[in-house]
């Protein structure tokens, strides 16, 4: 299989600088989609442009989908239509679950069925528009899953942050939190000591990050062995996808939480040959989420959906008003939604 590897030093020098003094994008938080859906979804779009496609972002570990706010304005900006959700216990749920029928309760395999969902809807609402997935740390994971899991359903993915092989980082906390988890089962441990130092080298990142409260600062331990569970399990279904799915992988050579570095061998037992895997010299874990958007890594990704999207047509308009989540669910369940796509 062959894979594009680039790891960054000069070949950026040309980068056109992110910056847009005439479009005005708009952040939508509780749009006509999420109410039909009953799910906190964000949408992010520039209503005078033509819509060139749709991307759903998938938020990392401990953030939420607001924290693609300033990378999904850029986007925006450039004509794309933005949607991104928060996953079950983060975000909106932990203030809000009440107003989604939820609660706190941290479900990845809900989060995932909840994303299947909304990219299903989003083929029935916009049937001309390819879709594409963005996901970063755990919300690439995410992504990758659902394209190797649904190829039908999604035209691409960009994966940020793709998380395989975590280092190993020892804190003098870990008995201390191994004995207070085997006394209290569902005692949460603060994970300032396991993220703080390693997430981003950005330390205006750091502190804003340290000091918000949408973000989730504890989990069980049980938890977080699931969040190893899921990552491994969707680095092995990607061999199962298609073998000219395009995936564009983005990952910082620095990062503190994963091995970027075993990312090359890893991608090679991939189903697909269509893989352009970009290593940053200078950049750690985080790269897109929760900061100022990056020039550099801005323009890879822009240039890698041009690539991937034709001449922009005027489809920004659903086609017809969606219905509910559960009869939306139950057409993509009986047709499989393959019959509704066209490719």
Same mark, same amino acid.
């Given at each position: 299989m062959r894979v594009k590897l680039a790891i960054l030093p000069a070949i950026l020098l040309g980068t056109v600088f992110v910056s847009n003094a005439i479009a005005t994008p708009i952040c939508i938080k509780d749009s %006509?989609?999420?109410? *039909?859906?009953? =799910?906190?979804?964000?949408?992010?779009?520039e209503q005078h442009?033509?819509? +060139?496609?749709?991307?759903?972002?998938?938020?990392?570990?401990?953030?939420?989908?607001?924290?693609?706010?300033?990378?999904?304005?850029?986007?925006a900006v450039k004509g794309y239509h933005v949607y991104a959700l928060d996953q079950r216990g983060f975000g909106r749920w932990t203030l809000e679950g009440d107003k989604f029928a939820g609660d706190k309760k941290i479900d990845f395999e809900t989060s995932q069925q909840d994303l299947l969902d909304l990219i299903s809807t989003l083929r029935l609402r916009y049937p001309?528009? +390819?879709?594409?997935?963005? $996901?970063?740390?755990? $919300?690439?994971?995410?992504?990758?899953?659902?394209?190797?899991?649904?190829?039908e359903l999604v035209d691409g993915a960009i994966l940020a942050a793709l998380s395989h092989k975590r280092r190993l980082n020892p804190r003098l906390c870990w008995a201390g939190d191994?004995?207070?988890?085997?006394?209290?089962?569902?005692?949460?441990?603060?994970?300032?000591?396991?993220?703080?130092?390693?997430?981003? %080298?950005?330390?205006?990142l750091t502190d804003n990050y340290a000091r *918000?409260?949408?973000?989730?600062?504890?989990?069980?331990?049980? *938890? =977080?062995?699931?969040?190893?569970h899921f990552n491994k399990k969707a680095i092995a279904h990607a061999k199962t996808l298609q073998p000219n799915f395009p995936l564009l992988i983005i990952c910082g050579q620095k990062d503190g939480l994963f091995k970027s570095s075993e990312l090359p061998t890893a991608v090679k037992q991939f189903g697909t040959h269509n893989v352009s895997l970009?290593?940053?010299?200078?950049? $750690?874990?985080?790269?897109l989420e929760y900061q100022i958007?990056?020039?550099k890594i801005a323009a890879i990704v822009t240039s890698w959906l041009q690539q991937q999207t034709p001449p922009p047509v005027n489809a920004a308009k659903p086609t017809k008003q969606v219905s509910k989540r559960t009869?939306?669910?139950?057409?993509? +369940?009986?047709?499989?939604?393959?019959?509704?796509?066209?490719?």
């Open positions: %006509s989609l999420s109410k *039909d859906m009953n =799910l906190p979804i964000y949408e992010w779009v442009k033509p819509s +060139k496609a749709i991307i759903v972002a998938v938020h990392s570990l401990t953030f939420y989908a607001a924290s693609w706010n300033d990378f999904a304005n850029y986007l001309k528009q +390819k879709v594409f997935l963005l $996901g970063e740390s755990i $919300g690439a994971n995410m992504s990758l899953l659902l394209a190797s899991e649904h190829p191994v004995v207070n988890q085997i006394v209290k089962p569902n005692a949460e441990i603060s994970l300032a000591p396991y993220s703080l130092p390693y997430i981003s %080298s950005n330390l205006i *918000d409260p949408m973000v989730r600062h504890k989990m069980r331990i049980v *938890d =977080l062995i699931k969040v190893d970009v290593i940053l010299p200078n950049e $750690g874990h985080l790269l958007v990056n020039p009869k939306q669910a139950e057409v993509a +369940k009986k047709k499989r939604i393959s019959s509704v796509l066209q490719f």
